[in-house]
């Protein structure tokens, strides 16, 4: 156990700090395409509709409805949906997957698409409608 007490140097550590690692988002392949994801920017609500501008030519736009099999994340239980159907409840919940074939598309603010979510609110008693342009994080 010669390691034990000492610094040892990290084999991949010359590589990141260079900047000549390699990373899953430097790779590229014919006819790959690209993601991200629209998430909630509230902690709990009711979807109520999903509207956007998207080009319908370059984008594909994939909800709930578009997941082969169950929706579903399998944790402990299967309680939690892959993409938000109709409820919110979490802040950054996966709603909607947004694909297209150039990834600069996906994040250059220029070309972002709009993307209005309307929600209900429900906090105690009291129900509201609000319009928001959700994170398109990845």
């Given at each position: 156990m010669a390691a034990i007490g000492k610094k040892?140097?990290?084999?991949?550590?010359?590589?990141?700090?260079?900047?000549?690692a390699?990373?899953?988002?430097?790779?590229?392949f014919p006819g790959m395409l690209h993601g991200a994801t629209v998430?909630?920017?509230i902690p709990r609500g009711e979807i109520r509709s999903v509207?956007?501008?998207?080009?319908?030519?370059?984008f594909?736009?994939?909800?709930?409805?578009?997941?082969?099999?169950?929706?579903?994340?399998?944790?402990?239980?299967d309680d939690q949906p892959g993409l938000a159907e109709r409820e919110?409840?979490?802040a950054a919940e996966p709603i909607l997957l947004l694909v297209n074939e150039e990834k600069e598309k996906l994040a250059a603010p220029k070309v972002e698409p709009r993307m209005v979510i309307a929600w209900i609110i429900r906090r105690r008693t009291r129900s509201w409608i609000t319009s928001i342009e959700p994170n398109m994080g990845s």
């Open positions: 040892v140097p990290r084999k991949e550590g010359a590589a990141k700090v260079t900047g000549a390699r990373y899953v988002d430097d790779l590229s998430r909630s920017t509207r956007h501008d998207l080009d319908r030519e370059g594909t736009v994939a909800d709930f409805r578009d997941i082969p099999g169950k929706n579903v994340v399998a944790l402990i239980e919110v409840r979490h």
